[in-house]
């Protein structure tokens, strides 16, 4: 009786395009193409080749990054398909007349005999770790590098800034993306917004992104739409019914008039409203009016203290009184630290003053060219902020242009390969290997150890010798109480691998939070984070250096 082939967890299923239509098999560099030319004209391009996709060094000084853009990969391969028009592009643009055979050959191919094995997308992952293993056909794989490259460094990138961001401002504080209008492009502003999320971020002010990727939106309103309102004349519908909808009052702005009069009169709060700017106030009940259930106003256009903050109170006051509560305040420029911590006396003082529960709690936003160091310094002066609008130095990862991801080929027909070089962290690690994280008694990882995949995996209470790759003397014995095996199969191909289910934006978000409480927090710290170690077993180093000894050339002196 035959036997009954496993089903594919992804079989049936259709994986849509890629996000941005501008990722199709062109989107590489021609050498890739004229590489593939030269694999068909000398018979190699069905040669099965298997590559690494890593980087060499953690990015912005740090000790860890978040492996992002897994997704955008698999919807790549599952769609690649060159069409005629690309074809003919191809045939005027190669450096070379190809032969007609080669354009038949790229009409037939696509990624159905492509094994994709990669970490799943929200992981922390370190130098040196292959963040996914690519099989297949030399001639495919290899036109599969510049893209996939391009879909994982600006992704990994982005997600492991927002994470560093996370980490200074703690999880209490709300994070909110705000960078749409500093992002280089369009494609460079949906991938912010949804990297961002899946780093830590609460929030975008991306409509385009906050509909593709379903991240939720926020937003106030800007310095503009305070300055167009010259006076409390110009709010024409000035009615605004009751939340519980059981009468309307005709006039909220006079009842706003009536608050701001008794803020002036008040003993406790006197020299924090003289003479507000009305145009101001204006502005702020309008938008109250349009949204009295998401009430949260600018407050720094004129003068924070003496206009800004007393026109929101008087405006929140009425709200209140009509059984709405009033969201809180943003702050766009000032000493942050400083002006925060006044709001939230003249909101406790205003609780107290005329008893409104929950007024003195009210939301303190932060924005202003923010990151890593402001918010740093932010902590260290005392501040009563509880949230942050995040745009310029996350979306552009202005500490740092790249990651610097490779793709590097580890074996070929069944044979291993090393690249070899001066420096030694270009020298790569050979041949197909699986990975391993080993846990240690208080939940912690310890260490990331890759081993030849035909070796055994190693076992919990076992005493495993991890060794750096290429430094002799630096080398560990570690007893694991917890491990996990890294690598999953999320193209199985034509092998009879289960493929992953690629999972949703909020299931890799909270993947990437539980892996960041499961790292030391030694290796978090933003100044000097002690270095997370990755090694290989005993085993694989003797390979490695036996392989590099090999290929090696030998010098003679005369």
């Known amino acids: 009786m035959a036997t009954k082939e496993p089903k594919k967890k992804n079989s049936g299923r259709k994986i849509p395009r890629p996000t941005n239509p501008m990722v199709t098999p062109l989107l590489t560099d021609q ?142 504080k709300t994070l909110l993306e705000f960078g749409l209008r500093r992002a280089q492009g369009p494609d460079g502003g949906i991938g912010a917004s949804k990297y961002s999320y899946i780093g830590g971020f609460d929030a975008t002010s991306n409509v385009a992104a906050g509909m593709l990727f379903g991240i939720p939106l926020r937003g106030t309103q800007s310095h503009a739409f305070v300055s167009s309102y010259m006076s409390l004349d110009e709010i024409k519908d000035k009615a605004l019914r009751k939340k519980d909808g059981s009468s309307t009052c005709q006039d909220f702005v006079s009842l706003v008039g009536d608050w701001l009069r008794k803020i002036e009169r008040s003993d406790s709060l006197r020299g924090n409203s003289a003479d507000t700017n009305k145009s101001e106030l204006a502005a702020l009940t309008s938008y109250a009016l349009a949204f009295p259930d998401n009430f949260l106003a ?84 005392g501040h009563q902020i509880d949230a942050y609008g995040i745009g310029t130095y996350l979306v552009t990862c202005y500490a740092q242009a790249a990651l610097g991801v490779v793709f590097k080929l580890v074996e070929i027909n069944n044979k291993p390969r090393i690249k070899l070089s001066e420096a030694v962290s270009k020298v790569t690690i050979p041949c197909k290997k699986r990975i391993y994280r080993l846990y240690g008694k208080e939940g912690y990882a310890l260490v990331d150890i890759m081993t030849g995949e035909d070796e055994p995996p190693p076992k919990v209470g076992e005493r495993i010798l991890c060794r750096h790759p290429f430094r002799e003397s630096k080398r560990a014995y570690v007893v694991p109480q917890k491990i996990e095996e890294l690598l999953r199969c999320y193209c199985a191909g034509n092998s009879d691998k289960n493929e992953e289910i690629l999972p949703p934006l909020k299931d890799i978000r909270e993947r990437c939070i539980q892996q960041l409480e499961q790292m030391r927090p030694d290796h978090m710290r933003r100044l000097n984070p002690t270095p997370y170690k990755v090694s290989v077993s005993a085993k694989l180093y003797d390979f490695i250096h036996f392989l590099w000894v090999t290929e090696a050339p030998v010098g003679e002196l005369r």
């Not at 094994?115 to 293993?133: D, H, T």
């Not at 405006?315 to 009509?322: E, G, I, K, M, W």
């Not at 529960?357 to 310094?377: C, H, Q, V, Y």
Request: with cysteine; hydrophobic share 40%.
């Open 298 to 381: 600018l407050v720094d256009t004129y003068d924070v203290m003496r206009s800004g903050v007393p026109n929101f109170c008087a405006v929140a006051l009425a709200l209140s009184d009509l059984g709405y509560k009033a969201i809180g305040i943003r702050l766009d420029s000032g000493d942050l630290a400083y002006l925060s911590c006044e709001i939230r006396k003249l909101f406790c003082s205003i609780e107290k003053e005329f008893g409104l529960p929950g007024f003195g709690k009210m939301s303190i936003t932060a924005s202003n060219d923010l990151n890593e160091e402001t918010i740093d310094a932010l902590n260290k002066q």
């Open 31 to 172: 050498y890739q193409f004229t590489m593939a030319y030269a694999y068909w004209k000398s018979g190699k391009h069905q040669e099965r080749a298997v590559f690494d996709l890593y980087f060499r060094k953690n990015p912005f000084g740090g000790e860890y990054t978040v492996f992002a853009g897994l997704e955008e990969c698999v919807r790549f391969i599952a769609n690649f398909k060159l069409t005629e028009e690309q074809i003919d592009y191809i045939k005027d643009n190669l450096s070379v007349s190809c032969e007609e055979g080669f354009l038949d050959y790229l009409r037939g191919i696509d990624c159905s005999d492509v094994e994709v094995y990669a970490l799943p997308e929200g992981s922390v992952v370190f130098a040196k770790v292959p963040l996914l293993r690519v099989e297949g056909p030399l001639a495919v794989v290899q036109l599969l590098e510049t893209p996939f490259i391009n879909l994982v460094n600006f992704a990994s990138l982005v997600s492991t800034n927002a994470a560093r961001h996370r980490f200074v401002a703690g999880k209490s």
